[in-house]
């Protein structure tokens, strides 16, 4: 149900290093559905002729990034593709100078807490405090969801201007995850709206049946959005009501609290793919 990440902009550009992005489709194909693969199912999955993903499975495998089973002859990601991930939690302003804020946050409502970034026309969640209760949905680290259907999209939303929001969900696939999913675009650009007046996003059940979150921007300097504070809890001890009742005035302190920090001011802006510039 995730997203996949799209391909990145300036492909005909001639700094493109062509060899480069196939080598680095070949880390992306794996995925829960695929955990394992061999050459033929590698060559499938990216695109490419299996001589082409021979070359780059072997050299990713020689460098540690890949594993093979030796009778299969199938390979997997092995623990030191996680650096790649790791690199960029360790480095990110708005993952460091959000953790403290968003920890808090977790302690006082005592449900999930996270924060995720706006990476084209998705929201990819980067930090995660679990909560001890009831929990049913596991939104890991690196978790990507559609902006569109997503409480923090939405909030991320309510920060541009209507050109990109109206071109941000013309380019979504608006696909209907669940009953509940909101698809048509009148409505979504209400749910917009509902976050530029009260200054929280929201969604129910829209993705993950159940599953209630509530979501404020966090902006930098000027306006620009950088990410969102999520709550996240489940309809079986909350109500949709309730839940923005209680958890909208939260996550709009924190994530003004974020925007407020010192840190926060040297987030880079996202790319913004409907829009094809940097926000």
Same mark, same amino acid.
């Given at each position: 149900?995730?997203?996949?990440?799209?391909?990145?902009?300036?492909?005909?550009?001639? +700094?493109?290093?062509? %060899?480069? =992005?196939? /080598?680095?489709?070949?880390? &992306?194909?794996?995925?829960?559905? *695929?955990?394992?693969? @061999? +050459?033929?199912?590698? %060559?499938? =999955?990216? /695109?490419?002729?299996?001589? &082409?993903?021979?070359?780059?499975? *072997?050299?990713?495998? @020689?460098?540690?990034?890949?594993?093979?089973?030796?009778?299969?002859?199938?390979?997997?990601?092995?623990?030191?593709?996680?650096?790649?991930?790791?690199?960029?939690?360790?480095?990110?302003?708005?993952?460091?100078?959000?953790?403290?804020?968003?920890?808090?946050?977790?302690?006082?409502?005592?449900?999930?807490?996270?924060?995720?970034e706006p990476d084209g026309i998705?929201?990819?969640?980067?930090?995660?405090?679990?909560?001890?209760?009831?929990?049913?949905?596991?939104?890991?680290?690196?978790?990507?969801?559609?902006?569109?259907?997503?409480?923090?999209?939405?909030?991320?939303?309510?920060?541009?201007?209507?050109?990109?929001?109206?071109?941000?969900?013309?380019?979504?696939?608006?696909?209907?995850?669940?009953?509940?999913?909101?698809?048509?675009?009148?409505?979504?650009?209400?749910?917009?709206?509902?976050?530029?007046?009260?200054?929280?996003?929201?969604?129910?059940?829209?993705?993950?049946?159940?599953?209630?979150?509530?979501?404020?921007?966090?902006?930098?300097?000027?306006?620009?959005?950088?990410?969102s504070v999520n709550v996240s809890?489940?309809?079986?001890?909350?109500?949709?009501?309730?839940?923005?009742?209680?958890?909208?005035?939260?996550?709009?302190?924190?994530?003004?609290?974020?925007?407020?920090?010192?840190?926060?001011?040297?987030?880079?802006?996202?790319?913004?793919?409907?829009?094809?510039?940097?926000?």
């Amino acid at each position: 149900m995730p997203s996949t990440p799209s391909q990145p902009p300036g492909d005909d550009s001639r +700094l493109f290093v062509a %060899a480069l =992005a196939r /080598g680095v489709s070949v880390l &992306a194909a794996f995925d829960e559905q *695929h955990p394992a693969m @061999t +050459l033929p199912e590698l %060559a499938s =999955a990216c /695109g490419l002729t299996k001589s &082409a993903v021979q070359r780059f499975a *072997h050299t990713l495998w @020689t460098m540690g990034y890949l594993r093979k089973d030796p009778k299969s002859k199938r390979f997997s990601l092995s623990p030191l593709s996680l650096q790649l991930g790791m690199r960029y939690l360790q480095t990110s302003p708005f993952v460091l100078g959000g953790h403290a804020f968003l920890h808090t946050l977790n302690r006082t409502s005592q449900e999930t807490c996270s924060l995720a970034e706006p990476d084209g026309i998705d929201m990819v969640y980067v930090a995660r405090f679990a909560t001890h209760k009831e929990m049913f949905v596991n939104m890991a680290v690196g978790t990507r969801l559609p902006m569109y259907c997503s409480a923090g999209g939405r909030a991320v939303m309510s920060r541009l201007d209507d050109r990109r929001v109206k071109e941000i969900l013309r380019q979504s696939s608006r696909t209907a995850y669940t009953g509940n999913t909101i698809t048509t675009l009148d409505k979504l650009t209400q749910e917009v709206e509902f976050a530029r007046k009260h200054g929280f996003g929201r969604s129910n059940g829209e993705i993950y049946p159940g599953d209630i979150t509530i979501s404020a921007p966090v902006v930098a300097p000027g306006g620009t959005p950088v990410g969102s504070v999520n709550v996240s809890v489940p309809s079986s001890r909350w109500s949709f009501e309730e839940a923005q009742s209680v958890f909208g005035p939260q996550v709009v302190e924190t994530a003004q609290a974020i925007s407020a920090s010192r840190t926060i001011h040297t987030t880079p802006p996202y790319y913004d793919q409907a829009a094809g510039t940097a926000v």
